[in-house]
């Protein structure tokens, strides 16, 4: 078969993301979780989806949405790791003695705070990794009288270079593996529904792992424009200031964003052979990111995708807060029968 990461994809973009033992999907006007419990069924949950330029029309604008998609991206990517623990059950567990004084003291709002208090922490080891100490080197280079060109260069080459470490040595937990596994059955399962094959393990399962509009590859190119952009600052103005050089990159990050943005959904949806060739790189650093999935994530993969698009199946039991339970990939089918109504038909 064609290789299939060549081919551009869809305007109408449906993605989604990994998470603890399953997958998350989002569609035009929903949310979907499907997660693998240890009993080997599928629970999945579903939240109507309303973008923020639907209410702010201003945030859909080209050059704007990128900085706005990447904010929500960042919270909601929080609560979807947060819902999926949930909806495991590993969070049944008796709480220790610290947990229960913890929640006497902050009250209901416990998860929120602990929620918000994550991602700050996420923001500041970010904004240290990627941002702080390029931004370092970058002033170490031009006092000792490096050119703008090879102190900009170099200081992004950083970045770069933090961001292959980073994910080559979270690669080694094995969690982290395995969802790198659901990574990989997302990217197969859009590319299912991209090509409109009927949504089975066996028709997803033929498709790459590597897809044009991941965020991995959004990185890529968010450091690679971070350079060009810098560069041109550099050069026209140079900054010594550590702090004042590490203010800029900060202020700047909005407009990398946006610009970063574009790019993607212009490359992911386009089949020329200049597209083709600068989203390589993109498509190859999802290599460390992305391994091949077994049938079981897959399922879990079109269970997410099923529910996105269509709603939680009727027919299936629920849990006390409203999730759907099922045994197989089959039952999140639109136009699934389950054997006691066919009997009676």
Avoid at 35 to 64: A, C, N, Q, T
Avoid at 70 to 80: A, D
Wanted: glycine share 8%; aromatic share 8%.
């Amino acid at each position: 078969m064609k290789n299939q990461a060549e081919n551009s994809c869809p305007a109408v973009d449906i993605g989604g993301q990994a998470v603890m033992e399953g997958v998350m999907m989002r569609s035009p006007k929903a949310i979907a979780i499907a997660v693998r419990r240890p009993d080997k069924s599928i629970v999945v949950k579903r939240d109507p989806y309303h973008p923020l330029s639907e209410k702010h029309p201003w945030m859909g604008w080209r050059f704007i949405r990128g900085a706005v998609n990447m904010c929500f991206m960042l919270v909601s990517g929080m609560k979807t790791l947060e819902d999926s623990t949930k909806m495991l059950g590993i969070m049944d567990e008796e709480p220790t003695k610290f947990e229960k004084w913890l929640a006497q003291k902050l009250g209901k709002g416990i998860d929120k705070i602990v929620m918000g208090t994550a991602l700050v922490l996420a923001v500041i080891l970010s904004i240290g990794l990627f941002v702080a100490i390029p931004a370092g080197v970058e002033s170490l280079l031009k006092g000792a009288g490096m050119p703008a060109l090879g102190y900009t260069l170099l200081g992004g080459l950083v970045k770069i270079a933090i961001l292959l470490g980073y994910m080559a040595a979270v690669s080694l937990v094995p969690d982290v593996r395995r969802t790198f596994q659901y990574h990989g059955a997302e990217h197969k399962t859009v590319y299912c529904h991209e090509h409109e094959l009927e949504l089975t393990p066996e028709n997803a399962q033929q498709f790459t792992t590597l897809h044009p509009r991941c965020g991995t590859a959004f990185l890529l190119i968010v450091f690679s424009i971070s350079i060009l952009l810098f560069l041109v600052l550099n050069v026209v103005f140079p900054i010594s200031n550590y702090f004042l050089r590490l203010l800029a990159h900060l202020v700047m990050l909005p407009l990398v964003a946006g610009l970063s943005y574009e790019v993607l959904k212009g490359l992911a949806h386009s089949n020329s052979k200049i597209a083709h060739i600068l989203r390589w790189p993109g498509m190859q650093l999802q290599r460390l990111t992305t391994r091949q999935p077994d049938a079981g994530m897959l399922e879990c993969a079109i269970c997410a995708m099923n529910a996105a698009l269509y709603d939680l199946p009727s027919h299936a039991p629920r849990t006390a807060e409203g999730w759907a339970i099922l045994h197989s990939y089959r039952e999140s089918a639109p136009d699934y029968v389950p054997p006691e109504a066919e009997a009676m038909a």
